[in-house]
């Protein structure tokens, strides 16, 4: 019976996290052939996944689709290699000019919400609750509370890998299922989640490190310090692995002074940018970038229950659990103060912490630190739901938890509805006017790396035409816009006196007026060129073949 009601509870949440991504997605991106709303960061992710996988020459990770005629690593791209990887023995089965962004969105909020209502299940056993009907109801509230969170959907918008957040709460109910297992197992169980990490983003395996090196720690007393140190170190080498292995630790270089860029507000769980019908908190942006990228509103329906969880006078009925409450404290803590970064902001106030150069080049890499609250999240909601199960038993608990759901879903229903129009609304750039041929390359000058704004072929969103040109025609192009470029990449790209020296006849040529002016007699002897449809500042170069 109970294992019946456990498989229904996953099933309820299940389509309540389908409802939801439905009415925050709209129609758009669940019909696979409509690319229009796949803009900026978006159309990066989908230009990446096609050119690799339409590549017969893609070594591992590996393609000359996209930095021609230099191999770059895909994983530069943040398309979640793990999952490419595993898509590629089916690239033949994919119909050209297709996507299933809209639908992997989808499946993110169901696993979320599915791993939220098992890691519920594992919190109240470890309180000492039973396998009652109240209890499966707090864990079917805690996994939609955990589905409907906010900051994952508003994510949708602009990023595909991180919103692979459902791997964060998989990984706490993996912790709390695993914490007295053997060393075997549970390096086993917990690696296995890790190395998953590693192949989605390296933010979501930082976290997920951060969270099982806590909780390993904290356990000191229990495990004895060698098999804290030696667990410790398994967890590492699996993480230094897998990044390695999908491509995330070479052949970049770190930004210098990048962390902090996108840190995260002090208020920032409360800040709803103004959206939330409960609580439309709008605090200002005080470095510019961080009501997107830093976003971290919680909802009220979850703010509430945290501090209810925090009112709650347990004392000394924490002894008699087997919940890690100060593990589980601590990691929100280590999470929190990282995602504030060395540069605080408190509304519209900023403090600059000065940090080691060693240190500040570290992490530099995870410039977007607002990102790191994400586990902190999910943490608060489990050591919430455990508090309050532990003070008032799990029939109050549960019906607590009821009421604040629809607290919840009243408040950030808004935000929801806000995420769909600015999906609707996005429109990706493409090349008109250029005639269908048998191009070897489409070659851009400059380069989008080279210089972002003043990019041929449509300035700073200029990746987005010729990539979805390029991707369509299968063929390779020099121009691209990764998470970072090497130096070497650098180096050869924008180099225009190399690159002109010899210029391919059979390639398509965007270049600007400044360059054309420069270059105009070598072009013009192979090609036809004029003035690029709708950009006045570029010329296009037509093989004289194609003519």
Known sequence: MAGARTVLGAAAVAVFAIVCARFVLGRGPLDIHELRWIWGDLAQVYVAWSQYLSDPNAHWLTSTRLSYPLPLSISLFDPMPLLLLLARPFAGLV???????????????VLQGVFGYMAALAALRLVGAGRDVASTL?????????????????????????SSQWVLVLSIWVSLASLDWRRGRWCAANGAVLFLATGLNPYLALLVLISN????????????AAEVVLRIAVMAMVAAVGLWIFGFMGGATADSGGYGQYSMNLLGPFDSDGLGRLLPLDVPDATGHQHFEGYTYLGLGVLLL??????????????STRFPFLASLLIILCCSLLALSSTVTVAGHVMEIPLPKALRFLLSRFRGSGRLFWMAGFWLIMVSVATCALRFGTRRTAVVLGALLVVQWVDIRPIGTQVRKNIAAGNALHLEGIPVGQYSAVLVYPAWQCDPQGAAGGGVRNYEGVGYFAAAQHIPTNNFYAARTPADQTAFHCD???????IDPRALYLVSNALFDQYRDRLQGSHDC?????????????PGSQR
Not at 99 to 108: I, L, T
Not at 536 to 542: G, L, M, N
């Open 95 to 109: 119909q050209p000019g297709t996507q299933y962004m809209g639908y992997y969105f989808v499946a993110c909020l």
């Open 306 to 319: 945290c501090l209810l969880g925090l009112v709650s006078r347990v004392g000394r009925r924490l002894q």
């Open 530 to 542: 004029s003035a690029l449809q709708g950009d006045k500042e570029t010329w296009k170069c037509v």
């Open 213 to 224: 090196g806590v909780l390993t720690v904290v356990a000191w007393n229990r495990l004895r």
């Open 138 to 162: 707090i864990a079917v509230f805690v996994g939609i509370l955990v589905a409907s969170i906010p900051y994952t959907f508003y994510r949708f918008q602009g990023h595909t890998a991180l």
């Open 496 to 502: 225009f006196a190399a690159r002109m020296r010899e």
